[in-house]
C-alpha cells in the first residue's frame, strides 16, 4: 500500500499558479515531517518546502520563499504545495515525502527522507 499518493501538477504560464497534493497514510503523518522536493532535468532532487506537523512550522527552500505555500488539510490527511507566481526554472518532477532523519527543518536532502510519492510533473512555459 502507498504511504504517499499525489496528484495534481500539470502546465502554466509564466506568471501563474498550480497546486499538488500529497494524499498520506496514518504512519506517513505519524512521522510528523513532510515535505517536497523537486527535480528537474538533468539535475538533482533538490528541496522545496517541509512541514512539522506537531506545531504546523513550515520551512522554504530558495526561490520557493514568498511564492509557494506548504499547508495540510487536517481532516484529509493530505500535505498541498500551492505554487504562484510560477517560473520556467519551477518546471520538474515534484515529490512529496516523509518521515525524516532528524529535525524536521529545511529539506536539505532527499536522503533524509524515507517515504516517496510517485511523483508529479509540472510544467511551465509560455
Known amino acids: 500500500q502507498a504511504q504517499l499518493v499525489q496528484s495534481g501538477g500539470g502546465s502554466a504560464e509564466p506568471g501563474g499558479s498550480l497546486r499538488i497534493s500529497c494524499a498520506a497514510s496514518?504512519?506517513?503523518?505519524?512521522?510528523?515531517?513532510l515535505a517536497w522536493f523537486r527535480q528537474s532535468p538533468g539535475k538533482e532532487r533538490g528541496g522545496v518546502a517541509s512541514?512539522?506537523?506537531?506545531?504546523?512550522?513550515?520551512y522554504y527552500v530558495g526561490s520557493a520563499k514568498g511564492r509557494f505555500a506548504i499547508s495540510r488539510d487536517n481532516g484529509q490527511n493530505t500535505v498541498y504545495l500551492q505554487m504562484n507566481n510560477l517560473q520556467p526554472e519551477d518546471t520538474g518532477m515534484y515529490y512529496c515525502?516523509?518521515?525524516?532523519?532528524?529535525?524536521?527543518?529545511?529539506?536539505?536532502?532527499?536522503?533524509?527522507?524515507?517515504?516517496w510519492g510517485q511523483g508529479t510533473q509540472v510544467t511551465v512555459s509560455s
Open positions: 512541514i512539522y506537523l506537531g506545531t504546523g512550522s513550515t
Open positions: 515525502a516523509a518521515d525524516k532523519i532528524g529535525a524536521c527543518y529545511e529539506p536539505d536532502s532527499p536522503h533524509d527522507f524515507t517515504m
Open positions: 496514518k504512519r506517513a503523518i505519524d512521522s510528523r515531517c
